[in-house]
């Protein structure tokens, strides 16, 4: 019988559970679109976008999910021909790259090794042999939502920089947003992208690219400019209706500023060790729950696992049916997996608006799906992460 008519839980990598300051302030009526209050909140957020990455460059608004930002990335830095490097860990980076192709843009993957992050050696051996320069931009993915894995993205600057090469460092943080540290400036990557729905805690709808010099550089001559998303000067002007080339997305404006204030509320530096925590939790639970055959935690250094979303490789257990019992009968939806983990895994996201009764309802919901199923599991995952959580309480 199904026990799922309670509140539910939204435990996939994105969207993430929306705060209730957020969603009221999605609720306000329209204000004046060309004067006043809103023009005052919007170049607010605009200012902290830019210090939630640690940018001096710009930043883009875009009406987009991230695919829009992604779009926005390449036909403002690059012309048809070019070719870019796709550092690939999981699903993201290869998309990216991919969604440039039908452009006229020539991509080639690096992979990463099985089941791990990227090798900043291999890059640079990889750039170091391209001595003729050809290629014109490198992709990554700070956490691949796909795989969980996080890169080390100051480690693949120090490569890119070791081999000498002078290709764009373009980095998405789509997924890692406001959930780990990212220091685009410090890090020298020369663009970012990001988007609203994970760790930002806001409903699907904006994406945003921040340009430093040297990306600012490579849109004077990009060929594949559009004339909507072009980094014309008026995407930076005073006048908020050309700022985002038409109307204003009012109601994701009020959410992000919401939002912007319960990260400033907490503190950045809260916010991260709240990730930590809470991935710690599930990776307790799952390494608790491990077993010859069972669950098993995709990601093999422990080093490299996200704090934003866990891929667990489910092996003789059905994935599928394990999501439809926790989603249908308990009321919690757990992530899918997807990519070459479609069929074989399952994914808990644990980004943005999360706690310690959050996290410990999911994984007790998914150990009581786990016994109901008969599958096997070793100890308590409840117990570990309990425990775990216990260390950070005091
Ligand atoms: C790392 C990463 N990049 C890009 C995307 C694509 O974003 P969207 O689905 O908003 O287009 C996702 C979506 O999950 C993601 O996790």
Redo the contacts with the bound molecule.
Sequence with gaps: MSLQYGRPMVAT??PSVIPESVLAAMGRSMPNIYGGELLEVSDSVFADLKQLVGTEGNVYITID????A?GMSVTNTLSPGDKVLVLESGR?AI??GESAVPLGVEIEVLMAPERGAIDPAAVEQRLRADVDGEIKAILA?Q???ASSVMNDIASIRAAIDAAGHDGLFMV?C??SLACVPYEMDAWGVDLTVG?A??GLMVP?GV?FVWAGPKALDAHATAGLRTSHWDWKSRRLDEAHYVRFDGTPPVSHIYAMRAALDLLSEEGLDRVYHRHTVLGGAVRAAVEAWSTPGGLELNIVDPAARSNAVTTILSNSIDADRLREMCAEQAGLWLGVGIGEYADTSFRIGHMGHLNPPMILGTLGTVEAALIAMDAPFGESGVAAAAAHIATALS
Excluded: L, R, S, Y
């Design positions: 990598p994105g999910n991230g695919h829009g992604w993201f998309g990216w993915v956490i691949d939502t998405d789509i997924a988007a729905q994970k699907p994406a």
